[in-house]
Nanobody, 121 residues
Framework: QVELVESGGGLVQAGGSLRLSCRASGTIARITDMAWYRQATGYLRDMVASITSADSPDYADSVKGRFSISRDNGKNTVYLEMNNLRPEDTGVYYC???????????????WGQGTQVTVSS
């Protein structure tokens, strides 16, 4: 089995910063794409940032210039550095990873349990 565990959420004032981490563990041959999603109350889960195995990032327009995604392949970990946070960044942040469990198998998406980020005005 594969498990993703997020950490680093919390309460911060507008303009502040937080760093989220997500580590994958279990039977893992390799991980292709990794990503962070955000779900605000009453809204769908939207992608915030993603990163390929070649370290190529992509960002939602709303976070460009403020958020930075990175990964440590040796630790099967993805990070999200969030700066200049705004109240509209509030939500539950989920990480996802497309995991190849054994050579020859296709990648399969796994999700973390989510971590709450609250930005006060």
């Amino acid at each position: 089995q594969v498990e993703l565990v997020e950490s680093g959420g919390g309460l911060v004032q507008a303009g502040g910063s937080l760093r989220l981490s997500c580590r994958a563990s279990g039977t893992i041959a390799r991980i292709t794409d990794m990503a962070w999603y955000r779900q605000a109350t009453g809204y769908l889960r939207d992608m915030v940032a993603s990163i390929t195995s070649a370290d190529s990032p992509d960002y939602a327009d709303s976070v460009k210039g403020r958020f930075s995604i990175s990964r440590d392949n040796g630790k099967n970990t993805v990070y999200l550095e969030m700066n200049n946070l705004r109240p509209e960044d509030t939500g539950v942040y989920y990480c996802s990873a497309n995991v190849v469990r054994r050579s020859g198998l296709p990648p399969f998406p796994y999700w973390g349990q989510g971590t709450q980020v609250t930005v006060s005005s």
